[in-house]
């Protein structure tokens, strides 16, 4: 089963923190819609034998858009593509887009997965982190989404400079309280050339503290598991049955293809992008051409990357595939380079899948990369 991701680059304000491709200007928002259409179109033929499970508006903000143009643009995939019965359609929403009656039209739409970008419950917080919406709006767009759909994910930033501990645990508090079956949450990053790598620059605004994301992950981790969701990946918590099935096939190498500026493709030998640029990418794509850079993956780069994405799921790493899919000296470095690990109960073997425990999932990003081979054919 393969996705279908469509990039929607369109913010109302930009987050401090954020380094995603987006515009603020909405000026070419239709010609926008128009030419993500026609990419659907021109790239047809590259899932002519794959059934799509799963279509997902990332963004950006795909909120943004109205009911009717993200119909349009499911009518568009489902009109060229071979899509399922019931497919898994998600669309990324804002707060202070999802009045009450938006909520309404999107329940009557094929969208049947919201993904909230709340990050915080808390004005000071969300001012911030410059979010368009603020904590009245974060409660009460999941209060009506939850009448209206059952599949709902609520995004949750941690390690915010000056987030105290029981800030954060009240904030998943809050999250728990609507019975939302899946939160995505991340530590927050500071990325080069963010306004907020320049406010921590300038003094204005405390540097992010590891310890104090290491601590907030542990609670986060404690509390949702007592809770039932199971964390079947690093950042993603969800109930049996919740999982996101879009991001579980990337996890799992399944194929897939992003529409839109800056987004990823990936056809199991080749990674491809868009190019991260709104009038080159319109100007490209009503040309008919696609403004696309690829690279065939490597032996190593595909052992590199089932390592660091096998490593942050439930599932685990396969050492078995490791040794029937790239060979014995890929199993045989593996096997040596983990002991450290195991020893230090970060990683453990179980069932000949290699797991990150409780203890290591939080430094997993780290660990993955000290297993990573270079050089090798
Ligand atoms: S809404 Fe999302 S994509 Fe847009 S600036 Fe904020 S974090 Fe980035």
């Known amino acids: 089963m393969s996705g279908i991701y469509i990039h929607i680059p ?3 304000q930009a987050c401090h923190y954020c380094d995603f491709h987006f515009s603020t200007s909405m000026a070419k928002k239709d010609s926008m819609l128009e030419a993500l259409k026609k990419e659907l179109v021109l790239r047809k033929d590259e899932f002519k034998d794959e059934q799509v499970g799963t279509i997902y508006f990332g963004g950006g903000t795909p909120s943004v858009l109205d009911t009717n143009e ?4 499911i009518i568009t995939v489902q009109s060229h593509y071979k899509v399922i019965e019931n497919p898994e359609i998600t669309l990324e929403a804002n707060p202070d887009d999802l009045s009450n009656g938006k909520i309404v039209q999107l329940s009557q739409s094929a969208v049947n997965r ?7 419950f808390f004005e000071e917080d969300l001012k911030m982190m410059n979010r368009a919406h603020n904590a009245i709006e974060a409660e009460a767009c ?3 989404a939850v009448k209206f759909f059952d599949n709902i994910s609520i995004d949750l930033i941690y390690g915010i400079p000056g987030m105290s501990n029981e800030r954060w645990r009240q904030n998943i ?3 728990l309280s609507f019975g939302i079956p899946h939160i995505s949450s991340y530590a927050l990053t500071v990325e080069p050339k963010t306004a907020l790598a320049s406010f921590i620059k300038k003094g204005l605004i405390p540097p992010v503290d590891d310890a104090l994301a290491q601590r907030h992950f542990q609670i986060l981790y404690e509390t949702l598991t007592d809770q039932g969701y199971d964390c079947y990946e690093v950042s993603n918590f969800g109930k049996p049955g919740y999982y996101s ?3 579980t096939s990337y996890w799992l190498g399944k194929k897939y ?4 500026p800056s987004a990823h493709s990936y056809d199991g030998e080749r990674r491809s992008w868009n190019i991260s640029n709104n009038p080159t990418y319109l100007k490209a794509i009503e040309q008919g051409k696609l403004p696309m850079t690829s690279e065939e993956l490597s032996r190593t780069d595909k052992y590199n990357e089932y390592v660091m994405t096998g490593l942050r799921t439930s599932w685990g790493v396969s050492l078995d595939r490791i040794r029937l899919e790239f060979g014995e000296k890929y199993h045989v470095y593996i096997t040596e380079q983990i002991k450290k690990y195991v020893d230090r109960d970060l990683l453990t073997i179980a069932k000949g899948q290699l797991v990150a425990t409780k203890k290591g999932k939080f430094l997993v990003d780290g660990i993955a ?3 990573f081979m270079v050089n090798l054919g």
């Open 10 to 12: 369109f913010c109302k």
């Open 70 to 73: 993200i119909n349009d643009l």
């Open 114 to 120: 919201l993904s909230i970008g709340i990050q915080s």
């Open 142 to 144: 999941i209060a009506e």
């Open 173 to 175: 508090e809050k999250a």
């Open 245 to 247: 099935k879009n991001n």
């Open 257 to 260: 293809m992003g529409i839109g």
């Open 369 to 371: 990369s000290d297993l």
